[in-house]
């Protein structure tokens, strides 16, 4: 069962937690779906991006927490928003101890941009350990799929073995990723 836990802007309204997962990626790429898909419907899905604003904590089974972070690159953000926001997400990365992984989370029909990019420079810089996401597969046809694991792979730089191409929709792949989550949670 997952229960949340609370939402919070600051490091002082964050639960305790000693092994924590969270969700990026830009805005409206699925991080609340794919949550909910996981676990059960519990996570804010909106139908205009840019709907989760606090980070919102959630509690697995008392086997890990997860935190579900407002998504970057959202267009419509004021300059005052956005520097509130690249705050708060560099004070819960720089403080938040119990982060065992960082689930990036792409949309298999684009290209990782600028902002994919350098969240994912942020995260290996310190030494976070990532797993990267590829979702709304539903939306291609396989041979699609194969074309843009490619790309992705090659705009990243990264073996696309490491992949999980899946979708919150068809519920393709969701399973899988539940058990490398929790394989990758507690280093087995
Ligand atoms: N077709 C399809 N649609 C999806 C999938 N995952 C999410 N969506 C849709 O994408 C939209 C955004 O989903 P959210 O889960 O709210 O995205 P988010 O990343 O949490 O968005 P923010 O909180 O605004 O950053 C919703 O309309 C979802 O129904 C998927 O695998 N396939
Ligand atoms: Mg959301």
Known sequence: MIKFITSANNLNSYPDSEKEVVFVGRSNVGKSSLINALYGEVAYVGKTPGKTKLLNFFNYD?????CDVPGYGY?????????????????????????????????????????????????????ID???VLNKADKLSNN????????????LNTDTKEFVICSCLSGKNIDNLKDLIKKKVYGI
């Open 62 to 66: 008392d086997i890990y927490t997860i």
């Open 75 to 127: 267009a419509k953000l004021s300059d005052r928003q956005i520097i509130e926001f690249g705050e708060m997400m560099e004070e819960y990365f720089t403080n938040r101890k119990a982060i065992k992984l960082c689930v990036v989370i792409l949309d298999i029909r684009r290209v990782p941009n600028d902002d994919d990019l350098d969240m994912i420079e942020y995260l290996n810089y310190n030494h």
């Open 130 to 132: 990532s797993l990267y």
């Open 144 to 155: 699609q799929i194969t074309n843009q694991v490619k790309l992705i792979g090659e705009k």
